[in-house]
């Protein structure tokens, strides 16, 4: 009787065994999945499926579904996954956004935020089960940093860069970095506050394993400690993002050439590019959203010379990034403090960075008509409307016969701010191009009183001790500071241009010795000077200085 008793119980035992391994192995195998109407199988722990023969998978941790949300985007879709992290506990939260462009190429952006008290992973795989071969053209190299006197140093590298998949239907991968960092948040008792990250690690993990008929790219979501976020990105297309070696090339070297502001670090919500020391919370690795490197200035405009793919679903990300980043703001405002801007006029995050909205206008107008999207091309007349009322508000440097608009407003500004030359005449030459697009007088009144203000000034803008321009001059019309190397010097020609165009009368020697002396300074120096510089000042009649100058570059 006690033998048939414990011969159950070890039957009884046996059957669980087996039937608790069936279902681990039941587990384990592919599921159906369909999309737009196709049925296929996709591989185990499959947490969102591309395409019938791309998915992305993790493993060694239950994944428990707690939202999907989908937003129609200008241009593009999102897709949001929510999932919570489990091992015998919750260990944290991850968030997978598909943005899917008008083309059918899709951005993938994923968060994992670890929410226990220790260091954790998470297996990340993007599998392609079309049995694909695969070449790479790498972006990652080493770049020669020197430590830059705003910024410091960058410490993300560039992006791994593209696979080509030959396959029945190829692809191209073009994928990031893993970057692993924490929030910073001052709040203020106003209510403000000023976010930004602080980077702990990046994490050039990747291991690619061609087993069987799947292809797959093995990454890791690590975090360190607790409250971290670890993240990464990348395009998948099933068309050529670059259509030649040459033209990857192109990009690659260009994001070497302006490396801190090179979209490496992209996120469902914005570009994180390194900041300056000066901000706050204090840290000398803050990276954060700059308003100006949401924008994508240089794509835009090699889209328009080549009508490459990649450029195009850069693009229409980087106008998605301003219009979420605004909200339902008038304006844009920069989300972290400046501690130069606190300490000498009292402004703390958000403000108002004329020069940010400028570039913002300029380059959502020029989208918007590539786009052929009016509501995204008029949204230059934001912030052009914004100019027109600073002087009702006093928030103005008054000359003469006309007045400069300050640099930077807040609400809680404890005194005026300076004004930069380079602010001012890019404001002035916005406002003249605005005026010849919507024949808007109050546009045309505005542009005249700062370009009266310049004029005004006159000479004045030349630092006597070293013949370059003075980079502001402040509320007691005293000038400081050290100009950019060629920017002002732009914004300076396309005022000559404006001038023309709109047949404005101008001082024509006052502008030749600023100018002149500006070349010399970059002269004396050695500084670098664009192509496009080079020929307008050539075209301007500045030949004699820089014909035979030896430190010209392109891309």
């Given at each position: 009787?006690?033998?048939?008793?414990?011969?159950?119980?070890?039957?009884?035992?046996?059957?669980?065994?087996?039937?608790?391994?069936?279902?681990?192995?039941?587990?384990?195998?592919?599921?159906?999945?369909?999309?737009?109407?196709?049925?296929?199988?996709?591989?185990?722990?499959?947490?969102?499926?591309?395409?019938?023969?791309?998915?992305?998978?993790?493993?060694?941790?239950?994944?428990?579904?707690?939202?999907?949300?989908?937003?129609?985007?200008?241009?593009?879709?999102?897709?949001?996954?929510?999932?919570?992290?489990?091992?015998?506990?919750?260990?944290?939260?991850?968030?997978?956004?598909?943005?899917?462009?008008?083309?059918?190429?899709?951005?993938?952006?994923?968060?994992?935020?670890?929410?226990?008290?220790?260091?954790?992973?998470?297996?990340?795989?993007?599998?392609?089960?079309?049995?694909?071969?695969?070449?790479?053209?790498?972006?990652?190299?080493?770049?020669?940093?020197?430590?830059?006197?705003?910024?410091?140093?960058?410490?993300?590298?560039?992006?791994?860069?593209?696979?080509?998949?030959?396959?029945?239907?190829?692809?191209?991968?073009?994928?990031?970095?893993?970057?692993?960092?924490?929030?910073?948040?001052?709040?203020?008792?106003?209510?403000?506050?000023?976010?930004?990250?602080?980077?702990?690690?990046?994490?050039?993990?990747?291991?690619?394993?061609?087993?069987?008929?799947?292809?797959?790219?093995?990454?890791?979501?690590?975090?360190?400690?607790?409250?971290?976020?670890?993240?990464?990105?990348?395009?998948?297309?099933?068309?050529?993002?670059?259509?030649?070696?040459?033209?990857?090339?192109?990009?690659?070297?260009?994001?070497?050439?302006?490396?801190?502001?090179?979209?490496?670090?992209?996120?469902?919500?914005?570009?994180?590019?390194?900041?300056?020391?000066?901000?706050?919370?204090?840290?000398?690795?803050?990276?954060?959203?700059?308003?100006?490197?949401?924008?994508?200035?240089?794509?835009?405009?090699?889209?328009?010379?080549?009508?490459?793919?990649?450029?195009?679903?850069?693009?229409?990300?980087?106008?998605?990034?301003?219009?979420?980043?605004?909200?339902?703001?008038?304006?844009?405002?920069?989300?972290?403090?400046?501690?130069?801007?606190?300490?000498?006029?009292?402004?703390?995050?958000?403000?108002?960075?004329?020069?940010?909205?400028?570039?913002?206008?300029?380059?959502?107008?020029?989208?918007?008509?590539?786009?052929?999207?009016?509501?995204?091309?008029?949204?230059?007349?934001?912030?052009?409307?914004?100019?027109s009322t600073q002087e009702k508000i006093k928030n103005i440097l008054p000359t003469d016969d006309?007045?400069?608009?300050?640099?930077?407003?807040?609400?809680?500004?404890?005194?005026?701010?300076?004004?930069?030359?380079?602010?001012?005449?890019?404001?002035?030459?916005?406002?003249?191009?605005?005026?010849?697009?919507?024949?808007?007088?109050?546009?045309?009144?505005?542009?005249?009183?700062?370009?009266?203000?310049?004029?005004?000034?006159?000479?004045?803008?030349i630092n006597p001790s070293n013949g370059d321009l003075w980079y502001q001059i402040n509320g007691?019309?005293?000038?400081?500071?050290?100009?950019?190397?060629?920017?002002?010097?732009?914004?300076?020609?396309?005022?000559?241009?404006?001038?023309?165009?709109?047949?404005?009368?101008?001082?024509?020697?006052?502008?030749?010795?600023?100018?002149?002396?500006?070349?010399?300074?970059?002269?004396?120096?050695?500084?670098?000077?664009?192509?496009?510089?080079?020929?307008?000042?050539?075209?301007?009649?500045?030949?004699?200085?820089?014909?035979?100058?030896?430190?010209?570059?392109?891309?």
């Amino acid at each position: 009787m006690k033998k048939r008793y414990l011969f159950s119980i070890l039957l009884l035992v046996c059957i669980g065994v087996a039937g608790f391994l069936f279902l681990q192995r039941d587990q384990q195998q592919p599921i159906t999945k369909s999309i737009d109407g196709e049925t296929f199988k996709a591989p185990a722990n499959s947490l969102v499926s591309l395409s019938p023969d791309v998915h992305i998978v993790s493993d060694d941790h239950t994944l428990e579904e707690t939202n999907k949300s989908v937003q129609e985007k200008e241009n593009a879709t999102d897709t949001t996954y929510s999932f919570d992290v489990k091992s015998t506990k919750k260990i944290g939260e991850l968030q997978l956004t598909v943005r899917e462009i008008d083309n059918g190429d899709q951005f993938v952006f994923t968060k994992f935020f670890n929410t226990t008290e220790k260091g954790a992973t998470l297996p990340f795989k993007i599998v392609f089960t079309n049995k694909p071969s695969y070449t790479h053209y790498s972006f990652e190299e080493e770049i020669a940093q020197e430590h830059d006197r705003v910024f410091g140093i960058d410490y993300t590298s560039n992006v791994k860069g593209v696979y080509s998949l030959t396959s029945e239907q190829p692809y191209q991968l073009f994928l990031s970095q893993n970057y692993i960092s924490k929030d910073l948040v001052e709040k203020y008792e106003n209510g403000e506050q000023s976010v930004l990250r602080e980077l702990v690690n990046e994490d050039k993990y990747i291991d690619i394993t061609d087993k069987k008929d799947t292809l797959t790219f093995n990454l890791k979501l690590r975090t360190t400690s607790e409250n971290q976020f670890s993240e990464n990105w990348f395009l998948l297309s099933k068309e050529p993002l670059f259509s030649t070696e040459d033209e990857m090339s192109y990009y690659k070297n260009l994001t070497n050439d302006k490396f801190i502001k090179s979209p490496k670090w992209q996120t469902a919500v914005g570009t994180y590019t390194k900041l300056p020391w000066s901000v706050e919370p204090s840290t000398k690795v803050g990276y954060g959203r700059n308003l100006v490197y949401q924008q994508v200035e240089d794509v835009i405009q090699r889209y328009e010379e080549t009508n490459e793919r990649f450029y195009y679903d850069m693009l229409v990300n980087s106008v998605n990034y301003l219009f979420d980043f605004k909200g339902d703001a008038s304006i844009w405002k920069t989300e972290y403090t400046s501690t130069w801007l606190k300490r000498d006029y009292g402004i703390i995050a958000p403000y108002t960075d004329t020069r940010h909205n400028e570039k913002i206008a300029l380059f959502l107008s020029k989208a918007g008509a590539i786009l052929n999207n009016p509501e995204i091309q008029s949204s230059d007349l934001l912030y052009a409307d914004f100019l027109s009322t600073q002087e009702k508000i006093k928030n103005i440097l008054p000359t003469d016969d006309g007045y400069y608009i300050l640099d930077y407003y807040s609400e809680q500004q404890t005194k005026k701010t300076h004004v930069s030359l380079n602010h001012a005449l890019g404001e002035m030459n916005f406002l003249f191009e605005t005026y010849q697009n919507t024949d808007e007088q109050k546009y045309l009144d505005t542009a005249l009183s700062i370009k009266n203000a310049v004029e005004n000034t006159g000479t004045k803008w030349i630092n006597p001790s070293n013949g370059d321009l003075w980079y502001q001059i402040n509320g007691d019309y005293s000038f400081e500071g050290k100009d950019y190397d060629t920017l002002t010097l732009e914004d300076l020609i396309r005022g000559l241009k404006n001038y023309e165009e709109l047949q404005l009368p101008y001082d024509q020697d006052l502008y030749k010795t600023l100018m002149t002396s500006k070349i010399q300074f970059l002269i004396d120096d050695e500084l670098k000077i664009h192509t496009n510089l080079y020929n307008d000042l050539l075209a301007l009649g500045f030949g004699h200085l820089i014909k035979d100058y030896q430190h010209v570059y392109s891309y």
